[in-house]
């Protein structure tokens, strides 16, 4: 069963062709991997296992996938676009399909052009993240033909979400609920950061959750320095903080929860100090969350608290990003970003900083749905939690 409504892509393919006509472009290849995967699943619902690829639309709408013979019936069942071609640099290195029907750049262009006649122009979405040789034998199968990067415009595309997408992100959050819930109380002195994250991701899986955004974040002590660490089988020491962060996907859309819990069950004055300093970083950036404004204007309020209290030289991240196929997408709203908030962007706020010698690192994270008289949060509980 498949992710993407039929209604769903079609509005999106629609979308994209208009960026095809308005760049008199005669065909687009949108690449994806594993690690990639938003700008492909936009289109399709669907991302390979092991495999990477492209999706190919033309300017009439019409789109194939271009992979590898292993995910190829994957693809058939679950991807909301089933024509498909398969092709050496997509497939697992070495490895051999004998019954498979493998082609390659330059019989896809014969076969386009005795097709749609002749092709003059391509685009190419997320050129920069594929690898060289891909590229290259794209290049050389396509002789002729100009190449035309139109990432920033596709990426665009995903700014404003759809009703459907915020239903999605709005149900992911919920999952996030229950992980936090989960973690917190397995947040005890001699548990696992295993066990922590296990307990969130449970919560996640036995309820229906698609995904994750990124592999479960759990840093006790001094690991909460590393940014974005995954858990360990260190053990909570009391008196430490332990800095935790899960997303759940819904229909392959990312909800989060980030937080800083005492191992002891209760802040130290110290920690609450630490927690008062993140509240009202976050309670600052949030006033900010309001439609017209750019995102040089959502982090500074922020910035000059952490300035005026010593923390800036510890801070890594801006305090707003916006949350849909990836946890962290663009538009990112940092002290140069001139992006500007509309109503149905999903946006996160997260307030962490890392390295301090007392505190080491710490975040708190939740997000909220822009309208038009400002910020819904997608979780009630953790907006209430964290601005209090």
Same mark, same amino acid.
């Given at each position: 069963?498949?992710?993407?409504?039929?209604?769903?892509?079609?509005?999106?393919?629609?979308?994209?062709?208009?960026?095809?006509?308005?760049?008199?472009?005669?065909?687009?290849?949108?690449?994806?991997?594993?690690?990639?995967?938003?700008?492909?699943?936009?289109?399709?619902?669907?991302?390979?296992?092991?495999?990477?690829?492209?999706?190919?639309?033309?300017?009439?709408?019409?789109?194939?996938?271009?992979?590898?013979?292993?995910?190829?019936?994957?693809?058939?069942?679950?991807?909301?676009?089933?024509?498909?071609?398969?092709?050496?640099?997509?497939?697992?290195?070495?490895?051999?399909?004998?019954?498979?029907?493998?082609?390659?750049?330059?019989?896809?262009?014969?076969?386009?052009?005795?097709?749609?006649?002749?092709?003059?122009?391509?685009?190419?979405?997320? $050129?920069? @993240?594929?690898? *060289?040789?891909?590229?290259?034998?794209?290049?050389?199968?396509?002789?002729?033909? !100009? %190449? =035309?990067? /139109?990432?920033?415009?596709?990426?665009?595309?995903?700014?404003?979400?759809?009703?459907?997408?915020?239903?999605?992100?709005?149900?992911?959050?919920?999952?996030?609920?229950?992980?936090?819930?989960?973690?917190?109380?397995?947040?005890?002195?001699?548990?696992?950061?295993?066990?922590?994250?296990?307990?969130?991701?449970?919560?996640?899986?036995?309820?229906?959750?698609?995904?994750?955004?990124?592999?479960?974040?759990?840093?006790? $002590?001094? @690991?909460?320095? *590393?940014?974005?660490?995954?858990?360990?089988?260190?053990?909570?020491?009391?008196? !430490? %903080? =332990?800095? /935790?962060?899960?997303?759940?996907?819904?229909?392959?859309?990312?909800?989060?929860?980030?937080?800083?819990?005492?191992?002891?069950?209760?802040?130290?004055?110290?920690?609450?100090?630490?927690?008062?300093?993140?509240?009202?970083?976050?309670?600052?950036?949030?006033?900010?969350?309001?439609?017209?404004?750019?995102?040089?204007?959502?982090?500074?309020?922020?910035?000059?608290?952490?300035?005026?209290?010593?923390?800036?030289?510890?801070?890594?991240?801006?305090? *707003?990003?916006?949350?849909?196929?990836?946890?962290?997408?663009?538009?990112?709203?940092?002290?140069?970003?001139?992006?500007?908030?509309?109503?149905?962007?999903?946006?996160?706020?997260?307030?962490?900083?890392?390295?301090?010698?007392?505190?080491?690192?710490?975040?708190?994270?939740?997000?909220?749905?822009?309208?038009?008289?400002?910020?819904?949060?997608?979780?009630?509980?953790?907006?209430?939690?964290?601005?209090?």
């Amino acid at each position: 069963m498949g992710y993407l409504s039929q209604e769903e892509r079609n509005i999106r393919l629609a979308k994209f062709q208009e960026i095809l006509a308005a760049k008199n472009l005669d065909l687009a290849l949108v690449y994806y991997d594993e690690f990639n995967i938003g700008n492909g699943w936009y289109l399709t619902g669907w991302c390979p296992q092991f495999e990477s690829g492209a999706v190919l639309v033309l300017k009439d709408g019409t789109a194939m996938l271009l992979g590898g013979p292993e995910s190829e019936p994957f693809a058939k069942l679950d991807s909301a676009i089933t024509e498909t071609r398969n092709f050496p640099v997509f497939m697992v290195p070495d490895e051999e399909y004998p019954n498979a029907t493998i082609t390659d750049f330059p019989s896809l262009f014969k076969e386009l052009t005795a097709r749609e006649g002749t092709i003059r122009r391509a685009g190419l979405v997320g $050129g920069g @993240r594929m690898p *060289a040789d891909c590229y290259r034998q794209i290049a050389e199968g396509f002789k002729g033909v !100009e %190449l =035309v990067d /139109i990432t920033d415009d596709f990426v665009s595309l995903r700014f404003d979400k759809s009703a459907w997408e915020r239903e999605q992100i709005r149900a992911a959050f919920g999952f996030a609920d229950h992980c936090y819930d989960a973690m917190l109380k397995a947040v005890v002195p001699g548990a696992m950061e295993i066990e922590v994250a296990a307990a969130g991701e449970y919560a996640a899986r036995s309820r229906g959750a698609t995904g994750f955004g990124f592999s479960a974040i759990v840093g006790s $002590g001094a @690991r909460a320095n *590393a940014v974005v660490p995954t858990a360990t089988t260190k053990r909570l020491v009391p008196g !430490e %903080l =332990v800095m /935790i962060g899960i997303a759940p996907k819904v229909q392959g859309y990312a909800g989060v929860v980030g937080h800083s819990l005492p191992v002891s069950g209760e802040y130290t004055a110290s920690q609450q100090e630490l927690v008062h300093h993140l509240k009202e970083v976050f309670r600052l950036t949030k006033a900010q969350l309001q439609p017209g404004r750019k995102g040089c204007e959502i982090d500074a309020p922020g910035r000059a608290y952490f300035e005026k209290h010593g923390l800036l030289k510890y801070l890594v991240c801006p305090f *707003a990003h916006t949350i849909g196929l990836h946890e962290a997408e663009a538009p990112f709203f940092g002290p140069h970003s001139q992006d500007a908030l509309k109503p149905g962007m999903t946006v996160c706020i997260d307030v962490s900083f890392f390295g301090h010698p007392e505190w080491n690192g710490a975040r708190i994270e939740t997000g909220y749905e822009i309208t038009e008289t400002g910020p819904v949060a997608f979780s009630p509980k953790m907006d209430a939690l964290l601005t209090a």
